[in-house]
């Protein structure tokens, strides 16, 4: 498999060198959007990179799921939101990661129901370490508190 944008990012998680992420888990790396296009969008990365969940054996499918789970939890407790969505598609970056996006009540009406792609993510607000590191820290708080 080339090498794709999830390898790059996994990479950097490695060696200390990707702002974006906010803690280790057992199957990879939560890390959070690079646009903040609904409030706590985050990612699982997983380590090391393989390129669909299905690819993933019978033990290191379970964790990944698991994980998947695991910070969709921490996503709800923090921020209370109504539900998380998740979403694997890979067919821009063919390397697994799951999109974990918090849905609101108050979104607005004609974007609440549908897919978050529906959203302008042009508009959406970018990552800025400054201002997410609190929510990152509380995340990150929340993960090992779940795992511990």
């Not at 994980?67 to 539900?83: H, K, N, W």
């Not at 990661?97 to 302008?120: I, K, M």
Request: net charge negative; aromatic share 8%; with cysteine.
């Amino acid at each position: 498999m080339s090498e794709t944008l999830i390898h790059r990012r996994v990479a950097a998680a490695q060696s200390g060198d990707n702002p974006t992420v906010v803690c280790r888990v057992p199957s990879g790396w939560v890390v959070i959007g690079d646009v903040q296009v609904v409030k706590g969008y985050s990612l699982l990365l997983p380590d090391p990179v393989v390129p669909t969940l299905n690819d993933l054996s019978g033990a290191a499918r379970a964790r990944y799921l698991e994980d998947m789970g695991l910070i969709g939890d921490a996503l709800l407790a923090l921020t209370g939101a109504a539900r998380v969505n998740y979403a694997m598609l890979g067919n821009l970056e063919p390397a697994l990661h799951c999109h974990l996006f918090p849905r609101y009540t108050d979104e607005p009406d004609d974007l609440r129901n549908g897919a978050v792609w529906s959203y302008d993510w042009d508009a959406a607000r970018p990552f800025d370490l400054e201002t997410d590191r609190p929510f990152m820290d509380e995340l990150r708080a929340e993960i090992e508190r779940r795992l511990a």
